[in-house]
């Protein structure tokens, strides 16, 4: 491709151009570690590291050409307002549009985007279409498995994944999309025939500074519709919807929304729920735990309605979806000591008060909530989540997250600030050791929460130093060294 073909597309972005505009280049890049013969490489100035300082690596490594924020020597580049929209346009000349070509679905929410996305997919290939998905959990593009460090990759990476997707004969690309990602432009060249907003409630203010920056990223999503796209909105937020030209389609418990979820029952099986549609009342019933869980599914389903679907094919192949890692993931070797226990991606106050309270519907027993908070992170949710936690569960036990370079003492402290007078709560800095108390407390009938890491496989202390930890795998290794030394957790 030559350099030509990027400056008309980069246009008004562009400060200074210093390269002959028929240079060619064959691959694109903004990450130092994957470069090729012939690169255009886009620098970028992060919270940690600015490639700018590091052009002449990139360059023995093979990079040619340059986008940058700042001029440099030596090299031939185009100088541009900021690097991160360039990459975006860039991305989407680079691959020829490829969302053009695909039913593209994304999900934007402080809760439930994953949950959304993974149904979404495997509701398609029960239909038998092939397509691709990306998110927290796991990235599947065209039976490629992969996990990424981020909920939504760079603009470089999501765009090949589609352009992957398209000659692989895929028909839809689902995406969970951040309120980092909405930010830092890594979706603007993109553009969805269906956007997902499931809820917006507190989190990442430490990115954002406030509620209302946060709300206003999320929102952003309305602008990436493409012409005849469908926004299928949380009734909740219909009052913030900018008055746009959009479709707009609500899912709710609000009789006002187009479809209307009533009289839900959660038991361990799942969730069973009657839904008022466009198209008659129907009856849903899901294998996943959690009341909450109503509002994820019906947002599927609308989604999938009003592209063209037929309802009745779509509450058939939800019955069969037995949910996602980490996602309220019941663990059953629990049982064998008379007990329950739940993994549950928990990290944020509204996800911890629906997370408890749903699971208080399935016990007469206690429970007994695990939980910490992750560093370098919003510090105000921290004793708000203490307070949930205190007031929710019977017994909290305060633990580390992932300090991510904080002190772990501090963290734990102020969670502590925000823990009910009178309640039963202890800090135990050392998760393995937290969760193995929760274990020994627990009587027969009781349930036991392990909260805010769901499916992550690592412990991350900082950028230097992680630990093989998975919520899931510790507890089953506790649970049969328990069994093992013919110890009992219950009286």
């Not at 505009?21 to 940690?48: A, Q, V």
């Not at 430490?206 to 709300?215: A, C, G, I, L, V």
């Not at 017994?395 to 963290?411: A, H, L, M, Y």
Request: charged share 25%; net charge negative; glycine share 6%.
């Amino acid at each position: 491709m030559k350099i030509k073909e990027i400056l008309k597309a980069l246009n008004s972005v562009i400060l200074k151009v210093n390269c002959d505009e028929n240079m060619e280049f064959d691959y694109i890049s903004s990450n130092s570690k994957d470069i090729k013969e012939n690169t255009l490489f886009i620098c970028r100035k992060g919270f940690n590291f600015d490639s700018h300082k590091i052009v002449d690596d990139v360059a023995r490594n093979g990079a040619e050409i340059f986008i940058v924020e700042e001029e440099i020597e030596d090299y031939p580049y185009i100088l541009v307002v900021d690097s991160r929209i360039a990459e975006s346009i860039i991305a989407d000349v680079f691959f020829q549009k490829p969302y053009e070509k695909l039913i593209t679905f994304g999900v934007t929410g402080t809760n439930g985007k994953t949950t959304s996305v993974h149904l979404f997919h495997h509701i398609m290939h029960q239909f038998g279409i092939k397509g691709s998905i990306s998110g927290t959990v796991l990235n599947d593009i065209m039976g490629d498995k992969f996990y990424h460090h981020n909920t939504t990759p760079s603009a470089i990476e999501i765009t090949k994944n589609m352009f992957k997707t398209v000659i692989e004969d895929g028909k839809y690309y689902a995406m969970e999309v951040s309120s980092h990602a909405l930010s830092q432009y890594r979706v603007e060249s993109i553009r969805y025939d269906i956007v997902g907003i499931t809820n917006i409630t507190r989190d990442h203010l430490d990115f954002h500074q406030t509620f209302e920056n946060y709300k206003r990223a999320k929102l952003h999503i309305l602008n990436l519709l493409k012409p005849n796209g469908i926004a299928i909105v949380n009734h909740e937020l219909i009052h913030d919807i900018p008055k746009k030209n959009i479709r707009v389609v609500t899912f709710g418990t609000d009789n006002n929304s187009d479809y209307v979820i009533h009289e839900i029952i959660s038991n361990w099986s799942g969730i069973f729920f009657k839904l008022k549609t466009p198209f008659g009342e129907k009856k849903v019933v899901s294998q996943l735990l959690g009341d909450f869980n109503a509002f994820n599914v019906t947002l599927v389903i609308a989604a999938l309605v009003e592209i063209g679907y037929d309802i009745d094919d779509v509450i058939s192949a939800i019955s069969t979806f037995r949910g996602v890692d980490g996602r309220l993931e019941i663990i059953s070797e629990a049982k064998k000591l008379g007990i329950e226990i739940v993994i549950d991606f928990a990290h944020t106050p509204d996800a911890l008060e629906k997370a408890i309270l749903s699971i208080r519907k399935l016990t007469k027993g206690r429970i007994i909530t695990v939980f910490g908070a992750g560093g370098q992170s919003d510090v105000g949710k921290r004793p708000m989540m203490g307070e949930i936690a205190s007031k929710y569960s019977d017994i909290c036990i305060i633990t580390t997250d992932d300090p991510r370079g904080e002190d772990p003492v501090k963290i734990i402290k102020d969670i502590e600030e925000g823990v009910v007078s009178g309640s039963l709560s202890l800090s135990i800095i050392d998760r393995r050791e937290a969760i193995d108390t929760a274990i020994t407390l627990a009587n027969r009938g009781d349930i036991i929460l392990i909260a805010g890491r769901g499916h992550e496989p690592y412990q991350v202390f900082d950028e230097n130093y992680k630990v093989p930890f998975k919520d899931r795998d510790v507890a089953i290794d506790i649970i049969y060294k328990k069994i093992n030394k013919g110890e009992k957790t219950f009286k």
